[in-house]
């Protein structure tokens, strides 16, 4: 039984990695559609701001000079260079969710992810895999899960399931007498 006084375990990140177009975007849309308390980062980019993008939201959008200092201070958890671009995923905000207790879910591809398992040892890696898809064997070695995307229901049932145990409790009165 948890009380206000008691310390909870820090929350489980979850990271669902899976080769391009395997679907991860709108996977993780719909678990946080059914988990709404499930956070998600806002990955950072050198690439201009697209049309209907809002910056901010799916993506926060910096000049390379911002994303060098960023880098060079050690705030990137994680980050790659796409053709002339780079992304990553601020450190700061992660680390607070989780030592708040928040589950955490990042989508990113298969480098990304072990990438995050080399920094944050304890996030769990779940390998989204396509139908006809056939991974490495020493790649899916380091994840935890794998989850066929068959069909899209099935997959967020699966995760939301693996997220059962990452809420914090709610804190319970205590009861007098």
């Given at each position: ?115 995050v398992r080399a920094v944050l040892p304890e996030a769990q890696l779940v390998l989204l895999r396509p139908p006809d898809y056939v991974p490495d064997p020493n790649t899916e070695a380091h994840f935890a899960h794998t989850v066929v995307h068959s069909r899209t229901v099935q997959v967020v049932d699966e995760l939301v399931g ?16």
């Amino acid at each position: 039984m948890s009380t206000d006084g008691e310390a909870r375990p820090a929350a489980r990140l979850t990271v669902l990695a899976g080769p391009s177009g395997s679907g991860r975007g709108g996977v993780v849309g719909l678990v946080r559609a059914r988990l709404p308390s499930v956070w998600t980062p806002v990955p950072v980019t050198t690439r201009p701001r697209r049309d209907r993008e809002v910056a901010g939201v799916e993506r926060s959008f910096l000049d390379p000079v911002t994303f060098d200092r960023l880098l060079a201070a050690g705030g990137l958890l994680e980050w790659s260079q796409i053709g002339p671009y780079r992304r990553g995923t601020p450190q700061e905000p992660l680390r607070s969710r989780l030592a708040a207790g928040e589950p955490a879910l990042l989508a990113m591809d298969l480098a990304g992810a072990l990438l995050v398992r080399a920094v944050l040892p304890e996030a769990q890696l779940v390998l989204l895999r396509p139908p006809d898809y056939v991974p490495d064997p020493n790649t899916e070695a380091h994840f935890a899960h794998t989850v066929v995307h068959s069909r899209t229901v099935q997959v967020v049932d699966e995760l939301v399931g693996l997220f059962g145990s990452s809420f914090k409790a709610p804190a319970r009165p205590r009861v007098r007498g």
